[in-house]
């Protein structure tokens, strides 16, 4: 798969980055701050919304369509962090060579965790989204093989305890990130993140997000509406408690988790 956003991939996707953009603004959302603010954005990224916006039907169903498109809600997931008919799934779009992508790991999604994930309200469900290369790319491989093993979400967090660029992503760097976040059998670990399962893997991935209009990192969607960035916590909660609100008041069959 390519290693980073291809001018080429980037046209093929310009429809679908119009095609939400347009959205978003139609719904009367506000634009999220600017990349210094909580993004790290590849060059021709589209700005994405954050969640304050007015209740309409319209919206609503777009936030529907949107979250029916990207929470897999699969048995298993290695990637995913939750109850899988939790109401509310957080899909986060994320860069390992992006400093605002470990602000969220580090500061805000324990917090997430502790407060709607443990109590059986939300998912999370990471996409390994890569924009700065063949490092990001080689760190987004080792990754979905510590998730093989069981370890997904220990080497996540050693990956993103500090920002790591370049050489810090080299393999043999990864494989000692590896053996400290308890991933036993690192043959098999060296394979994984050379296999072609972890081609389709990261591939699903990056075409999901490609679809949506993703270009920057860290992007989310809580059952569908969009967030840009490492936004503080508040953020994050008010949109979880919206969207858990929502859920509740639908009928059986629609929304997240119903």
Known sequence: MPTSASPTRKLAALGAVLALVVAVIAIGVAIAKSTQSGRDTAPGAAPAASPEAEEDPAQQKMFDDLAKRTSRRADGDPLAVGKKNAPVVLVEYADYQCSFCG????????????????AGTLRIEFRNFTVFGADSERAARASWAAGQQGKFWQLHDALYAKTRKGAALAEDKLVGLARSSGVDDLDKFRADMKSADADKALKKDQDEGYQLGVQSTPSFLINGRPVAGAQPLAVFSQAVEQAARTAKHQPAGEGGGK
Do not use: G, N, S
């Open 103 to 118: 602000r969220f790991t580090r500061e805000t999604q324990p917090e997430l965790i502790k407060k709607y994930v443990d």
